[in-house]
Nanobody
Framework: QVQLVESGGGLVQAGGSLRLSCAASGRTFSNAAMGWFRQAPGKEREFVATITWSGTRTNYADSVKGRFTISRDNAENTVYLQMNSLKPEDTAVYYC???????????????WGQGTQVTVSS
């Protein structure tokens, strides 16, 4: 079992930065791939970024590549999403997720946090 709690969301102006954190509990965290997803009002949940259990591989959605960085600290059981050069279209609820596979498919993730709101004003 893995429990996930996101934090760090908020309101920021376009061009600004935020860092999201996802604190995990459970002994399997260090063996799990971690992902960030987001869901805007009226839209489906979409992939943002993922990282392997070791942190050696990452993958990003094209829409955030070069602006967002995913990282993890297994000693602290935490995964991060550094978001720079934010745009109004990045506004969404952001979720972290844990699962056995390094994938962009949300259906492959077994555990989900409750989400944190990110709002980017123009």
């Amino acid at each position: 079992q893995v429990q996930l709690v996101e934090s760090g969301g908020g309101l920021v102006q376009a061009g600004g930065s935020l860092r999201l954190s996802c604190a995990a509990s459970g002994r399997t965290f260090s063996n799990a791939a971690m992902g960030w997803f987001r869901q805007a009002p009226g839209k489906e949940r979409e992939f943002v970024a993922t990282i392997t259990w070791s942190g050696t591989r990452t993958n990003y959605a094209d829409s955030v590549k070069g602006r967002f960085t995913i990282s993890r600290d297994n000693a602290e059981n935490t995964v991060y999403l550094q978001m720079n050069s934010l745009k109004p279209e990045d506004t969404a609820v952001y979720y972290c997720a844990a699962g056995p596979y390094f994938t962009s498919d949300p259906g492959q993730y077994r555990y989900w946090g409750q989400g944190t709101q990110v709002t980017v004003s123009s």
